[in-house]
């Protein structure tokens, strides 16, 4: 039986009093509440919600709002972006700043400086306008700068109040998501109202109930130059294996895309399919038998797969709270290495490690329009009064996604889904690494 789905009702602050000072085309252009998009594409179980009296889950569809709960000539806003950089942040901070400044007027908007530890008590702003972002898309990175880890909520609310802040978007991944959640559920225990909107921005692509992260298309495009250089460099030598890590902490979208992309590796390591590196059907086992068959091979690894070849070693906790891995790439390096140093022929390996590449790069366009998209559909969702969510992406939809969907719910790739399937046939490796059948 499928799991229960979350609730996606939107909290909201109260009754939207103010009239939009939006000029639209006509009224077909507001999103009306009850325009939803479902959650489930497929025919049968909406049929079945339908014949068992119940409405199938949906999202409400983002989109500007005919009356606001803000009233924008006296409403500030602040931006945070959080965690590691991604492509597309500053893209996503141009379009903050331009819709709430042009678009609405409000009377001040703030970005604070460092992620969340920017929100310690005194804090740390600096104010925006068009003016100072216009310019920063040409660059990777984020102006505002960042960090990981949070700082007491309470302190986090009680600078938000300190310095007047009506909306909070707080830029991040899942970690930044959870926090914000904390910040909205500590907001409505006071009473206040500040409407908390996040958007979802991580290259592992793995944000619960969001297709697609902005940053992650650039990641892919960034990444697959990397595959290519690795097949370049080991198709280039006697006996030569391109050994590529990609990040990918949990979930292996960015490895399993990146491999489609290139169709030049010959494997694909991911965290939510484990594998041995020994014995026959092993890794090093369909290396070498890659090795003898067309003389060279490319390796595509996910930081957090393999994580059981590190059994028994502690590596602590990072600023986050998440358990720090076991570095797979020099892992599987060695391995290689000391494996066919017995060997007649040995091996030439290339070890590309573009993590940092990957993260700085500056959004392609792709990315930039998604992220500007998401951008806008957040500060029409924050002037709506709405609250504790973040802006999703859903077929093809943008979408409002309450923080509390999120509780319990991870966003892996499926070992038996359509993607790794594509991953499979497009590097032929087996379906299991390490679990070869023995001949009957």
């Not at 500007?64 to 409403?75: D, I, Q």
């Not at 009473?191 to 892919?220: C, H, M, Q, Y």
């Not at 590449?357 to 957040?378: F, K, M, N, P, Y």
Request: charged share 20%; with cysteine; proline share 6%.
């Amino acid at each position: 039986m499928a799991a229960a789905l979350p609730d996606f009702v939107i909290p909201r602050l109260g009754e939207a009093r103010f009239p939009t000072p939006l000029q639209v085309p006509s009224r077909e252009t507001f999103a009306e509440d009850h325009e939803r998009v479902l959650v489930e594409p497929h025919l049968a179980p909406v049929a079945a919600a339908f014949a068992a009296g119940r409405e199938p889950a949906s999202f409400e569809i983002a989109g500007p709002r005919e009356r606001l709960f803000f009233e924008p000539a006296r409403t500030r806003a602040a931006i945070a972006t959080c965690g590691g950089i991604s492509p597309g942040l500053n893209d996503v901070i141009r379009a903050l700043v331009g819709q709430l400044a042009e678009r609405y007027g409000v009377a001040e908007i703030l970005g604070v400086r460092h992620g969340y530890n920017g929100l310690a008590a005194p804090g740390t702003m600096m104010v925006l306008t068009p003016a100072i972002v216009d310019a920063a898309p040409a660059r990777g990175g984020t102006l505002l700068g960042t960090s990981r880890g949070t700082p007491p909520i309470a302190e986090i609310v009680d600078t938000l109040v300190a310095h007047r802040i009506d909306l909070f978007f707080p830029v991040g991944g899942d970690g930044t998501l959870r926090g914000a959640l904390e910040i909205a559920e500590e907001i409505a225990r006071r009473g206040l109202e500040i409407a908390v909107v996040g958007l979802p921005k991580t290259i592992d692509n793995d944000i619960p109930w969001v297709r697609r992260s902005f940053g992650f298309e650039t990641a892919v495009r960034t990444a697959s130059e990397s595959i290519r250089s690795a097949f370049n460099e080991a198709s280039s030598v006697r006996r030569g294996v391109g050994l590529v890590k990609l990040m990918g902490r949990n979930a292996g979208y960015l490895a399993a895309a990146a491999t489609l992309a290139t169709g030049q590796a010959d494997f694909c390591l991911i965290p939510e399919c484990p594998f041995s590196l020994d014995g026959a059907g092993g890794l090093l086992d369909l290396i070498e038998r890659t090795l003898d068959r067309k003389g060279f091979a490319v390796v595509v690894v996910a930081e957090g797969a393999g994580q059981e070849l590190f059994a028994g070693e502690q590596f602590g906790l990072d600023a986050s709270g998440n358990r720090k891995l076991g570095d797979i790439g020099v892992r599987l390096k060695q391995r290689i290495e000391s494996h066919f140093a017995r060997l007649p022929g040995g091996v030439s390996i290339k070890y590309i490690d573009p993590s940092y590449l990957v993260r700085s790069a500056a959004a392609g366009t792709a990315d930039a329009l998604h992220g500007s998209r998401l951008a806008q559909g957040a500060v029409h969702a924050a002037m709506s009064g709405r609250t504790g969510m973040l802006i999703g992406y859903w077929h093809g939809q943008i979408t409002h996604v309450p923080l509390t969907a999120l509780r319990g719910q991870v966003r892996r790739v499926n070992p038996n889904g359509e993607l790794w399937w594509n991953v499979i046939e497009s590097t032929g490796q087996p379906l299991a690494i390490g679990a070869e059948p023995t001949p009957g």
